[in-house]
């Protein structure tokens, strides 16, 4: 037994079983949400396979390399049966959920026929709003009050007449709203502990945004919380200690989806090999309402800076300086709606190799967007929950895996290398069953008895 594996006896937990209903709370119905519920009733009803999720698809390794076993996650841990799934959210315009399927237009109407009539008894709730926000948008499906803990207390009376009315056993709050404006605003004392935010809540300080609202109302009810955007939400200090405190699972930034996914897939290759960078440029076009709302320039800047910041950490340019010391890495997204949800990416990647000599690299995919989010937000839904039920509180980082911009404890680095978060996720996974965790060390097998 290598002496890893023996740091990590003793971590087994004991995980409640995942009986009863699961409500699945989602703070903006749109594409990603349609996409996603209207995917679990297609695959509940037998019509589709869930593609891209690993907690559904997936096998996981356990024992060593000459006695293997595969199973699969979901039946490794106790995860929530599909089946035991039940959706709810908000969003600023009154559609249902088959509507807004067909509004954001990822499912073909043909194929949403079969489920039709189980999204269409999906109506968002009044969605807590402030057009400050996402300048881009505006509708009429929206509460009103007179202090933002006013609208905190009405959106944890939803989530209570909602576990009411379907008899629900646990909840995950999973934010699939549009991407606010970015604000430089970390440091302000609202949010730094709990007592200023709720002060803050209670006098409408004008910074504390919608997306924030909501976490507040979840992490209080002691609801799990993860954030599918780049705006701050639950990452500010008094949410993430309040999270801590009352032991609630919390995850974010960002789905990592498209080119950012791509990036952290391709960017540890190249530094593994000791391959310099010049320049990374990554340009977008997109036509649905996400690119639209990101059409404007302090919405851009959220997801600007979740998506810039994966390189650095992956690069880590102060300890090679020779190597990356003096790239240019530009991001650029444009709204081009004759694509709809269809999202095309370009990078050119400019690179050195032996001697300096220049080479590049050239990526075209041609993704689509909600179709890459739904799974992901699937199994950050069903991985918080396992969480919660084993007892795990505050930042979950083991599901860095499914973010541009991993939420981590302050002091340390966010790991954004794609490999190494797949490696955090399934040894934690491993660790909390009390199985070995694999280290892939080199010596194994050849020098150890
Ligand atoms: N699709 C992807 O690949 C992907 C990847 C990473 C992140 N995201 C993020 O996920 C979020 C959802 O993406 P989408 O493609 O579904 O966008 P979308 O525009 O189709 O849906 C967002 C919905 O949120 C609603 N909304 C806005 N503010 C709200 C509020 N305060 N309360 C309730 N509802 C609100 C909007 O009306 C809209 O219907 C966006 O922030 C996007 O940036 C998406």
Request: negative net charge; aromatic residues 8%; charged residues 25%.
């Amino acid at each position: 037994m290598s002496e890893a594996t023996y740091e990590y006896r003793g971590l087994e937990r004991d995980i409640a079983p995942a009986e009863g209903r699961l409500g699945v709370l989602l703070p903006g119905m749109g594409a990603v949400s349609s996409t996603l519920i209207a995917g679990v009733l297609l695959v509940n009803a037998g019509r589709s396979k869930p593609f891209g999720s690993v907690t559904q698809m997936s096998r996981i390794r356990l024992g060593k390399r000459d006695a293997p076993r595969y199973p699969l996650i979901r039946e490794f841990v106790p995860l929530a049966n599909l089946a035991d799934l039940v959706f709810g959210g908000w969003d600023i315009y009154e559609d249902n959920c088959y509507q807004a399927a067909l509004t954001s237009g990822v499912i073909p109407e043909t194929e949403l026929a079969a489920v039709r009539a189980d999204l269409e008894t999906i109506q968002p709730w009044p969605a807590v709003f402030d057009h400050a926000f996402v300048k881009k948008l505006d509708g009429p499906n929206v509460k009103k009050a007179a202090t933002k803990m006013d609208l905190a207390e009405m959106v944890m009376r939803d989530i209570e007449n909602f576990r009411e009315k379907h008899g629900l056993q646990r909840l995950v709050m999973c934010w699939c709203g549009s991407t606010e404006s970015y604000q430089e605003v970390m440091d302000h004392e609202a949010f730094q502990t709990i007592e200023g935010l709720e002060a803050a809540l209670k006098e409408n300080l004008s910074i504390v945004p919608p997306s924030m609202i909501y976490a507040y109302a979840a992490i209080r009810m002691g609801v799990p919380y993860a954030n599918g955007s780049p705006n701050l939400s639950a990452d500010i200090p008094a949410l993430t200690e309040l999270a801590a405190r009352k032991n609630v699972p919390i995850a974010g930034k960002d789905f990592k989806t498209g080119q950012t996914l791509i990036k952290t897939i391709i960017a540890p290759g190249l530094k593994a090999r000791m391959l310099g960078l010049d320049g990374w440029f990554s340009s977008n076009i997109l036509g649905n309402r996400d690119g639209e709302v990101l059409d404007d320039p302090d919405s851009f800047r959220s997801k600007e800076v979740t998506k810039g910041s994966v390189l650095t950490s992956i690069l880590q340019d102060d300890l090679y300086p020779d190597l990356y010391g003096d790239y240019y890495h530009k991001i650029r997204i444009e709204y081009y709606p004759p694509r709809g949800d269809a999202k095309e990416g370009w990078d050119n990647i400019d690179i050195r190799g032996w001697l300096g000599q220049p080479m590049q690299l050239k990526i075209n995919f041609l993704c689509r967007d909600s179709i890459l989010a739904a799974p992901v937000a699937l199994d950050i839904v069903l991985f918080l929950d396992l969480a919660a039920r084993a007892g795990m509180g505050g930042i979950q980082e083991w599901l860095s895996f499914y973010f541009k911009a991993p939420m981590c404890r302050p002091d340390l680095t966010p790991v954004n290398d794609l490999f190494a978060q797949d490696k955090k996720l399934r040894n934690t996974l491993r660790i909390i069953r009390g199985e070995e965790v694999i280290d892939h060390s080199g010596l194994d097998y050849y020098e150890s008895a």
